[in-house]
């Protein structure tokens, strides 16, 4: 029996990502935003809008969220899980963020793309979804 999964497979196109241009990006430490800005500079993503996402902001949409101006949060530390979610960039340039964040030995995340019903959702429904997965995961 083949387990259905929540999330979509990415492959190496240069299809792109529903949604705008963006990362939203949770649980990083404010002296761990720079060390992330380097990874998207050494894998070409520089240029992306980002959103450090704060645990008071758990409540709000995606597509709210996403509303945010560019930077919104730097500096500011958050608790919640480790999170990367991604929208508006190819499937490749996700593979290669995936694969340049794993060799830098950044700390795991969890990471998403943005679909149309997950624009919908707030941050905290997603979060609780992507840690129910990396745990079905991992008990296979």
């Known amino acids: 029996m083949v387990e259905k999964t929540t999330f979509a497979k ?16 949770c649980g ?4 761990t935003q720079s060390k992330f800005d380097a990874v998207l500079k050494m894998t070409g993503l ?20 996403l509303e945010l101006q560019d930077g919104s949060g730097a500096g500011e530390s958050s608790t919640l899980p480790r999170a990367v979610i991604v929208s508006g960039i190819t499937e490749a340039q996700l ?13 795991q995340a969890l ?8 624009e919908s959702w707030t941050l905290r429904q997603l979060l609780d979804e992507l840690v129910r997965e990396r745990e079905a995961m991992q008990k296979k």
């Open 10 to 25: 990415v492959t190496q196109s240069e299809k792109r990502i529903y949604g705008p241009r963006k990362l939203l990006l």
């Open 28 to 31: 990083f430490v404010a002296t």
């Open 46 to 65: 520089a240029d992306v809008p980002k959103v450090w996402v704060t645990a008071e902001q758990q409540q709000h949409t995606l597509a709210e969220l």
């Open 95 to 107: 593979i290669g963020l995936m694969s340049t964040s794993k060799k830098s030995g950044m700390t």
């Open 111 to 118: 990471w998403a793309c943005l679909t149309p019903v997950s």
